[in-house]
């Protein structure tokens, strides 16, 4: 390991770091790269094919700070407080972020990078952290299934939000941008009119948290707080804290796709913040067909879903199927079943 000034990174690093990186004060260094609109802070990092070097960097830059509002604040300080965005710019290309979008890839991962169904998250866990991924694992070979709060019409939640893959719309406006998810009508609100956090006296934790920002260029940068716990995905990953916090910088890098980079901050469950750059993609919508449309789980009493003694999950008795509680081998689906006679 070499330092830089505050920055600590691996050797095979520095070369990059060096070539690549512009220093802002107090010493710490901050990537660069080529931007195709002007930034007063930290410029846009493109993902080529130096990326892994790249990410270090990024992740070496949250690692620096001790909360995500550190780090908020000085991406802020540099960007020179921000510059709000007018009517008038709500033509340039750079602030359209029109049209249905869709995750990139995952493929249920929350680090994008991770190819494999199985591959393990990049995480740098707590000894609590890593004890309830253990859970999770013994949990899923004894039984080989688990109860995930989704399956019964709960929001997923920031930052499992960042791994849905249903549609998405982002709405950008000059005092808000709409981060939209069609799962259970789940939107974001990012307010970029100046405000500060909720008082911490005043709050209370919710799905999404509460969300400020401020635009520099064409970058967007946020920051989350006061939300509830959860699991980043499904299967063997971390589990996050309602201490946790994000740090997001999103922006439309081509015609098709919006990015966002993510430091996820949880003393916790994580020993160190965790950088992920997150993806979505515009999809071809020619005939205008695809809709973000209301949902309502309560519209299919089929989605009904009771928690086991095991652990897992199942469905109760199906109204499409004439008394199937009553063949069926599985224990809590008749119990279940009696109740409702009940």
């Known amino acids: 390991m070499l330092r830089i000034g505050a920055l600590l990174l691996p050797a095979a690093v520095i070369a990059t770091t060096l070539a690549g990186c512009g ?3 107090e010493g710490v260094h901050v990537p660069t790269a080529v931007s195709n609109s002007a930034t007063t802070g930290m410029a846009w990092v493109n993902q080529g094919d130096d990326w892994a070097a790249r990410k270090a960097e990024l992740q070496a830059l949250g690692e620096q700070f001790e909360s ?5 604040d000085k991406l802020q300080a540099d960007a020179g407080g921000g510059k709000p965005l007018t009517w008038a710019q709500m033509g340039d290309p750079l602030y359209d972020w029109s049209g249905i979008y ?7 991962h929350f680090d994008t990078d991770l190819k494999g169904a199985t591959d393990p998250e990049t995480a740098q866990l707590t000894p609590a952290g890593a004890q309830a991924v253990s859970k999770k694992r013994e949990q899923i070979a004894k039984t080989g299934g688990e109860y995930d709060p989704i399956s019964d019409c709960r929001p997923p939640g920031t ?8 549609l998405r719309e982002w709405i950008v406006t000059p005092h808000q941008t709409w981060l939209v998810n069609e799962m259970v009508n789940d939107s974001r609100r990012v307010y970029t009119d100046g405000r500060a956090h909720t008082a911490d006296e005043d709050a209370y934790a919710t799905w999404n948290g509460d969300t400020i920002g401020f635009w520099d260029g ?3 940068t946020t920051h989350t707080k006061h939300l509830l716990p959860g699991p ?7 589990d996050y804290s309602g201490q946790v916090t994000t740090v997001e910088r999103w922006r439309k890098v081509d015609d098709t796709t919006v990015q966002a980079d993510v430091w996820v901050y949880d003393p916790i469950n994580l020993a160190k913040p965790w950088y992920t750059r997150q993806s979505y993609t515009k999809l071809a919508n020619d005939d205008h067909q695809l809709r973000l449309r209301y949902w309502d789980c309560r519209e299919n009493s089929n989605n009904t879903i009771i928690r086991r003694d095991d652990g897992t999950s199942q469905f109760p008795d199906f109204s499409f199927v004439e008394n199937d509680a009553a063949v069926s081998s599985d224990e809590s689906v008749k119990k279940a079943a009696t109740g409702l006679r009940r």
């Open 102 to 108: 869709s995750r990139t890839k995952g493929p249920l």
């Open 23 to 25: 220093r802002s004060d």
């Open 159 to 166: 930052p499992r939000w960042f791994t849905v893959h249903f």
């Open 68 to 72: 995500s509002q550190s780090l908020f």
């Open 218 to 220: 064409g970058t967007l």
């Open 232 to 238: 980043y995905q499904r299967g063997i990953v971390p």
